[in-house]
């Protein structure tokens, strides 16, 4: 049997699901799955574009054969080396053996170095190169860094379709599904599309925005991404999503407060903060206990809300190393342009709230540490209410003043293009 959808009359989604995955790349938790989309386009010449995950191969190799219906493959276009869609390589060069391979010339040293024999059976595209197979021409565009150094995007000018790679994808197996407008995506997709591009390829931003003005250039009429589902409509949303991630500007007026408490106590406090900041009317908050939220929500949420609230109780004369954790993450994918209140706990020698305000000063970019903060002795206490009241204060004037600083930027941007 097959499972194989038409996206265009001679381009077939050929890819597939995998729901028995626990941790993509051995580290993020994927309860709904993720899929490895692959795409042949039936020209003149055939051409499969990029493989898939040694884990579905045997259903691959019957949606690939099943839409050859007994033509030879032509040509495997590569545009991403990363294992998730390359592991099939061998098993289709060893099946097709008239395939040539077309890839960027980092690529066909990354197939090299996987160990795959691809001697005297490669052409090597760069930025710029097109190529006809009948009706249909590619055109590459080098897109370095989303998310390895090697990936190509690469458009068909004929049906204006964008193989874009790792970006635009998500997490969530397609079950079936194919199109973006076939789900209700807001709802349902945008989390997992969310935590998907911001830890796995989030740390590249300005790439990903020298990809995008590239993209931006071009009348695309469908995505098709290496993950999750195709887009045919609204894709100017999808667009806008990626320029704030891309760009580490908040999609939201909001905070997430993300606390480390071992006995209660921290907890309290962030329950309290989150009380207060509802009554002011900030009810746009996410509260999370980083013991028992995956990092790479934590991570998620940091990308979406403007504002910032860490909460930790001091261990081993440290910052508890859950919220440790999540701090390095933070930084190691570049996360910025924030503003952070900070709160503090410890019974014997508190260290936490100093050591998280030296780390977001020395260790990341354009971190708004704001003044107001909470220093707790062991338990929250009727005297520090002023204290609290006086964070939701802060951050009330620090999302006014991001307000009245986008609306500046906004203005000069608009008087610059009269
Ligand atoms: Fe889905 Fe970077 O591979």
Redesign the pocket.
């Known amino acids: 049997m097959y499972t194989v959808r038409n996206i265009t009359e001679d381009l077939y989604y050929v890819g597939g699901d995998d729901r028995r995955l626990a941790l ?2 051995n580290i993020f938790p994927i309860p709904q799955g ?1 899929s ?1 989309n692959s795409y042949l386009l039936m020209d003149e010449k055939t051409v499969l574009i990029d493989t898939v995950d040694w884990s579905i191969a045997r259903e691959y190799m019957s949606n690939v054969e099943y839409v050859l219906d007994g033509r030879d493959l032509d040509y495997l276009l590569i545009n ?1 080396m ?4 390359c592991a099939a390589i061998g098993l289709m060069l060893s099946k097709y053996p008239n395939a040539t391979l077309i890839a960027s010339e980092k690529a066909i040293l990354f197939m090299r170095q996987f160990g795959f024999d691809v001697d005297d059976r490669y052409i090597e595209v760069k930025e710029g190169d097109t190529m006809n197979f009948g009706k249909h021409t590619l055109a590459f565009v080098e897109a370095p860094m989303v ?2 150094p090697e ?1 190509l995007m690469t458009y068909d000018t004929k049906d204006k379709v964008l193989f874009s ?2 970006a635009f ?1 998500s997490f969530i197996a397609n079950n079936g599904r194919l199109f973006a407008d076939e789900v209700n995506w807001d709802r349902d997709y945008l989390d997992e599309a969310r935590r998907y591009y911001t830890n ?2 989030g740390k590249y931003g300005t790439f990903v925005q020298k990809a995008l003005e590239k993209a931006g250039g071009l009348d695309i009429a469908y995505i098709c991404p ?2 999750g589902l195709v887009w045919r409509e609204d894709i100017g949303y999808l667009l806008d999503k990626y320029i704030h991630w891309a760009t580490y500007e908040p999609e939201e007026e909001g905070v997430l407060i993300a606390y480390a408490s071992m006995y209660g106590n921290t907890e309290y406090a962030a329950q309290t903060l989150a009380n207060k900041l509802c009554q002011a009317g900030i009810t746009n908050i996410s509260l999370r206990d980083v013991s028992s939220t995956d990092v790479s929500v934590l991570i998620a949420e940091t990308f979406k809300y403007s504002n910032l609230v860490l909460a930790s109780v001091t261990y081993n004369l440290n910052i508890y190393p859950k919220m440790k954790d999540f701090l390095n993450d933070m930084a190691a994918l570049n996360v910025q342009n924030r503003g952070v209140s900070i709160i503090g706990n410890g019974t014997w020698a508190p260290q936490a709230a100093e050591k998280m305000e030296k780390f977001l000063d020395e260790e990341m970019r354009l971190m708004d540490v704001l003044p107001e903060g909470l220093d707790i002795v062991s338990s929250l206490k009727p005297s520090k209410e002023a204290d609290v009241d006086a964070i939701v204060e802060g951050i009330k004037d620090n999302m006014k003043k991001r307000r009245e600083e986008k609306a500046k930027a906004k203005s000069q941007k608009s008087g610059t293009k009269k």
């Open positions: 993509f790349e993720v490895y991403h990363e294992p998730d869609h998310h390895w990936v790679a790792d994808g796995i390829v290496l993950h």
